[in-house]
């Protein structure tokens, strides 16, 4: 499956972006899908994840109560809405698909398990 990102930009601090990933795939229904985030020096971190019917959600704990993530199978994309934005919030946002059924926070989180990805798109917060 192809991830396309967008939705990045330049936003202040207390602000909202949404981003955006589309899939290429028609069984995009069967992927579990996450965003996870990389600012620079740091590591790839995981973001939030959501199952592939879309009824279970996951957040960092860094994130929770200020994004939300969402898909429609029908359009093959899923959506990161992020509001409140602090500018540790900036770094460069993935999307990835996995082919997997888990409900463990510790498994969903890691990025080894997430075959897809795609190009990222840039997230910078101003204070």
């Known amino acids: 499956v192809q991830l396309q990102a967008s939705g990045g930009g330049l936003a202040q601090a207390g602000g909202s972006l949404r981003l955006s990933c589309a899939a290429s795939?028609?069984?995009?229904?069967?992927?579990?899908m996450g965003w996870f985030r990389q600012a620079p020096n740091k590591e790839r971190e995981f973001v939030a994840g959501?199952?592939?019917?879309?009824?279970?959600?996951y957040y960092a704990d860094s994130v929770k109560g200020r994004f939300t993530i969402s898909r429609d199978n029908a359009k093959n994309s899923v959506v990161l809405q992020i509001n409140s934005l602090r500018p540790e919030d900036s770094a460069v946002y993935y999307c990835?698909?996995?082919?997997?059924?888990?409900?463990?926070?510790?498994?969903?989180?890691?990025?080894?398990?997430?075959?897809?990805w795609g190009q990222g798109t840039l997230v910078t917060v101003s204070s």
């Open positions: 795939e028609r069984t995009f229904s069967g992927y579990f």
């Open positions: 959501i199952n592939q019917s879309g009824d279970l959600t």
């Open positions: 990835a698909a996995g082919q997997f059924y888990s409900i463990l926070y510790s498994y969903i989180r890691s990025s080894n398990r997430y075959a897809y």
